[in-house]
């Protein structure tokens, strides 16, 4: 199974958010699980943010190789689940054919389908308070997909 992240730039908030869910996966041993992410508005090859690569640095993950590229058809067709950062991110997701596999993050997570929060322009703090809010969505998240796949769901 794959699951993809998507935000606009492809430089904060879905970056972080396929460096959590890896290393979650990793600590977790779920098997057959990747990740990638993607942005709606991508400059291709762009690195992370410098926030987002300090912050993701505090808590042992790199993301020093991320590169950035924009939400294709063929990243929605490769991905099982799609889970966006908001609410245009999962309109432009689904208009590339991901309906019925697309989501917001916080929906998915928690049935409380609300954006999470930009990071991008703000300082370190703002960028720490995203981190956890990401940490704590994909941990719920991954407890979704272990347990629909405990029940043999999808």
């Known amino acids: 199974m794959h699951l993809l992240f998507v935000c606009t730039g492809n430089t904060c908030r879905s970056p972080l ?3 959590i869910a890896r290393h979650l996966i990793a600590d977790r041993a779920i098997p057959d699980l990747t990740v990638g992410s993607a942005g709606t508005s991508a400059w291709a090859d762009s690195t992370a943010s410098d926030g987002a690569l300090l912050v993701a ?8 190789d991320h590169r950035s590229r924009a939400l294709a058809q ?4 490769n991905a099982q689940i799609i889970l966006t950062m ?3 991110h999962l309109d432009r997701a689904e208009a590339l054919g991901g309906t019925g596999r697309s989501w917001m993050l916080t929906d998915y997570a928690a049935g409380e389908p609300r954006p999470v929060s930009d990071p991008f322009g703000g300082d370190l703090d703002v960028y720490r308070s995203t981190f956890v809010e990401l940490e704590q969505a994909i941990d719920a998240v991954l407890d979704r997909i272990v347990a629909d796949r405990s029940r043999g769901a999808r």
């Open 17 to 19: 958010a396929e460096v």
């Open 57 to 64: 640095l505090e808590h042992g993950l790199n993301l020093g």
């Open 86 to 88: 908001g609410p245009h």
């Open 74 to 77: 063929e990243l929605v067709n």
